[in-house]
């Protein structure tokens, strides 16, 4: 039997957290080996692990693989959670782009500067609000069913759920006029694998604390 993966990335959410969220719904085991300096870093650039000297990488399948949405891409396919044909592979990955995009401004509000986070944090509300989960709630009331693909869990609705929590640390009202994405959080987060994941003393990671910060800045910068 293949070993559990392994995810080498620093002790924080930051973009290797949408990765602990699939493998944990899919009911996937893992082990994190966490950089904690920049000679951490320095030893797995050398040893030749990382194609573009970037984490997150991740040990599968003999495979060490990098760039978030592949690793996303390959467990996905792996436990069945991306569609059942290419046309609802399309819509997932449309999907999850729109997700994608928001996040990119949501993981790094910890990391902006004092002076701009204010800034970030007011183009995540609007973004939120106006952009992204006006069109997933549509997607929900159009067809009524479970999740966005039909009444199959896919890998978009693990990320979209993981979001709805990332955003609400930052906006506790955000999701008060979207009645179908409240039930989605719901649906997905009573999921026997979600549920234990959200258990406190899962591998789940809290928000950025200024340690973490401190650590990232140590290893990357
Ligand atoms: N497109 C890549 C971006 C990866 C990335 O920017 N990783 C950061 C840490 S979160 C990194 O390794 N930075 C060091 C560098 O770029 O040299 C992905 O999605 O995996």
């Avoid at 994941?197 to 650590?215: A, I, N």
Wanted: a neutral charge.
């Amino acid at each position: 039997m293949a070993g559990k993966p392994v995810l080498h990335y620093f002790d924080g959410r930051g973009r290797m957290e949408p990765v602990r969220w699939l493998l944990a719904a899919a009911g996937v085991e893992f082990e994190e080996k966490f950089l904690k300096t920049r000679d951490d870093l320095s030893r797995l650039r050398n040893d030749g692990s990382l194609m573009f000297q970037q984490v997150p990488m991740v040990e599968i399948d003999g495979m060490k693989l990098v760039q978030t949405r592949a690793i996303l891409n390959y467990i996905a396919s792996k436990y069945n959670l991306y569609g059942k044909d290419v046309k609802e592979r399309a819509l997932i990955d449309m999907y999850a782009e729109g997700m994608a995009d928001l996040d990119e401004i949501v993981l790094h509000q910890p990391y902006v500067p004092q002076e701009e986070k204010e800034a970030n944090l007011a183009k995540i509300k609007d973004k939120a609000r106006n952009r992204y989960f006006p069109a997933y709630e549509k997607v929900l009331k159009s067809h009524g069913q479970d999740y966005l693909i039909g009444n199959r869990l896919s890998r978009a609705d693990v990320y979209l759920v993981e979001l709805l929590y990332h955003v609400e640390e930052l906006d506790p009202t955000v999701l008060a006029n979207f009645p179908q994405l409240k039930a989605l959080k719901t649906r997905v987060s009573n999921l026997p694998t979600v549920k234990k994941f959200l258990q406190p003393g899962s591998q789940r990671k809290p928000y950025e604390d200024e340690k973490c910060v401190e650590l990232v800045m140590k290893i990357f910068h």
